[in-house]
């Protein structure tokens, strides 16, 4: 079969580069992509699922963890490890997850590529600010070490800055966080390219419900709605993961 790049696979991989993980079976004797998460990414899980056919000509299928609330997918990949498709495709399973080659040359790979480690290991948070009170909408993406290369490519293509820092020791996480503004610098692509992409609703939703205060309803468009520039009487934090 031919894999090309697409939107697709740019997502798939970022999803799978973040809450994936490729391991050998001893039970079936052979090497699976596996998914394990709650059912608040049900939605994200659902779509992994819908897509890996069109992508890999693999069916899979979800379980239902009967003593929690979490759901598994895997799929086999014997075949891809043979004949160096992964390899070929840039597509590594390293912690921190490293952006394909091929999702760097065009805005909307990236941004299907960067709504996958978003909906995957990415939190989208509405905090205040301390100097003057108002808010900012701030997108992280959690891994276990730092996302160096990662951080170059949203500063490049997203043109804004990138902070990264280590978890909190007294957190249930563990790793580096790296995060950056939804902004009138950022909006275009995040809208454009990004927001499609994300299937997670609930992370969705932070970033649609920041922009229509912002009067942001259209990329492009820059121009507050009336009452909308002062967040401070219109919205609390809020976030998700």
């Known amino acids: ?7 697709e696979l ?16 001893k039970k079936f004797k052979y090497w699976r992509i596996s998914l394990y998460v709650s059912s608040k990414s ?35 990949v014997k075949e891809f490890l043979k004949s160096r498709v992964f390899e070929i495709f840039d597509i590594s ?8 080659f091929w999702c760097l040359q065009e805005d909307r790979l990236f941004g299907a590529y960067l709504a996958g480690l978003l909906d995957g290991d990415g939190c989208i ?28 490519a949203i500063e490049s293509i997203l043109g804004c800055s990138v902070r990264m820092w280590k978890c909190h020791p007294i957190s249930w996480e ?7 503004l939804v902004s009138s610098k950022t909006i275009e692509f995040i809208q454009k390219y990004v927001l499609p992409w994300i299937q997670i609703s609930r992370k969705r939703h932070v970033i649609e419900k920041f922009m229509e205060i912002r009067g942001w309803s259209q990329w ?22």
């Open 42 to 76: 049900l939605e994200m899980l659902k779509k992994i699922q819908e897509l890996t056919p069109k992508l890999i000509e693999r069916q899979s299928h979800i379980w239902k963890d009967k003593k929690e609330d979490t759901f598994y997918w895997h799929v086999g």
């Open 93 to 100: 399973f390293d912690d921190p997850p490293k952006p394909p």
């Open 174 to 180: 563990k790793g580096y966080h790296l995060d950056f």
């Open 10 to 25: 740019a997502y798939w991989t970022g999803v799978i580069q973040t809450d994936g993980s490729l391991k050998y079976s």
């Open 125 to 152: 948070f509405i905090v205040k600010r301390r100097d003057d009170g108002r808010f900012d909408c701030r997108a992280q993406i959690t891994s276990g070490d730092m996302q160096m290369e990662l951080r170059d």
């Open 220 to 241: 492009g468009n820059r121009t507050p709605t009336s009452g909308a520039t002062d967040l401070r009487s219109t919205i609390k934090p809020i976030g998700t993961c």
């Open 1 to 7: 079969m031919e894999i090309e790049p697409s939107e």
